[in-house]
């Protein structure tokens, strides 16, 4: 029986939650279909450390796009197409192959970027009222799940002591990209002036060299850039903070519940669905005065470990559902 073949196109230069639902979607994918990456030659972050063999990668430049998506799109001949982020789904045309054009929702909607698209899938409930009024075809509304990327492996130990932070000390920490967004900016500005004995603060994400210039004089905060290996540094934290003004989703949030660590989260349009039935601190999105009291509440209380009902987030049932989605668009 022929294979179903399915391009998957990102055209971004980072590794943030997105592209690491993407490739994780691909690794699943491949095991029963034909499966293809387009992306950009500036984006390293993603290769075949983590996109599994049977997966051919394309890279395209910046210059000609529209037209080395064609050439490539024509000599794959595929039955999807499968866009993630505006800069992909606005330039695809139908008119280069008989396939079905579906798009991951995973920022903000803009009619003009979809409006080739057979079907959308989105990530929550507000992204679904707002698309349905612009869009009349297909949509298909899924949770994320935790990403199985392999990565190689480093200990606590090891951590704590290439970090100089000793054992028995308290960690407050964070996963994401320095942006507005995020509210590293908040977190930062709080712990800094809370001064909190054998406690720290570590950040991890894309953009950190201004905040480390900032902030280089606090030993207690450790400002990190990207790492290959999220799940380690999880393991360090005592507790994991979600600061984000607002999300489409909140991958990181169920990767701190996979490792049992107690959370402080805003409350956003991509967690507000879902959040409010789990064991976390909550507070207001942007509100500082709330932020440092639950930090405080935290440090004081030490809470420990425990265990989340991570029904929903079940990677073979989602998946099932996009492939399923693929087949009645």
């Known amino acids: 029986m022929k294979k179903i073949k399915i391009i998957h196109i990102n055209l971004s230069r980072g590794f943030a939650g997105s592209e690491r639902h993407m490739v994780d979607l691909i690794n699943y994918q491949s095991k029963n279909y ?23 990668i394309y890279k395209i430049s910046k ?5 080395s998506l064609k050439k490539i799109i024509k000599k794959i001949n595929p039955d999807i197409i499968h866009t993630h ?41 507000t992204q679904e009222k707002i698309i ?33 932070i000793k054992k028995k000390s308290y960690i407050f920490g964070s996963i994401g ?66 600061p984000s003004r607002w999300e489409s989703f909140g991958l990181s949030l169920i990767e701190a519940m996979n490792e049992k660590l107690p959370i402080i989260t805003s409350v956003n349009e991509g967690n507000k669905d879902w959040i409010k039935k789990h064991n976390v601190t909550l507070f207001n999105s942007d509100n500082e005065d709330q932020l440092k009291k639950v930090l405080l509440k935290h440090y004081l209380r030490k809470p420990k470990k425990r265990k989340y009902n991570l029904n929903d987030f079940q990677p073979n049932i989602i998946i099932k559902k996009i492939n399923k989605f693929y087949k009645i668009i």
């Not at 290769?47 to 063999?53: A, D, F, L, P, T």
């Not at 190689?152 to 002591?161: A, D, G, M, P, V």
């Open 34 to 56: 034909k499966t293809y990456l387009i992306k950009s030659k500036k984006n390293t972050f993603i290769n075949y450390s983590i996109v599994k063999k049977e997966t051919k």
């Open 63 to 67: 210059f000609f796009k529209k037209n």
């Open 85 to 125: 982020l505006g800069d992909a789904s606005r330039i695809i045309s139908k008119n280069w192959g008989n396939f079905k054009l579906v798009a991951t929702c995973h920022m903000n909607y803009k009619k003009k970027h979809y409006t080739n698209h057979d079907g959308i899938i989105v990530i929550n409930k």
């Open 132 to 164: 349905k009024k612009q869009f009349y075809n297909k949509i298909l509304r899924i949770n994320l799940w935790v990403p199985s990327i392999k990565s190689k492996r480093q200990s606590k130990i090891y951590l704590l002591n290439k970090l100089k």
């Open 177 to 242: 990209r320095f942006h507005y967004q995020k509210g590293f900016d908040l977190i930062l500005k709080i712990f800094n002036k809370l001064q909190l004995k054998n406690c720290y603060l570590i950040l991890i994400g894309n953009g950190h060299t201004n905040y480390k210039e900032i902030y280089k004089n606090n030993s207690k905060i450790k400002i990190l850039g990207h790492k290959t290996n999220p799940k380690d540094y999880l393991k360090i934290f005592n507790t994991f903070v979600f």
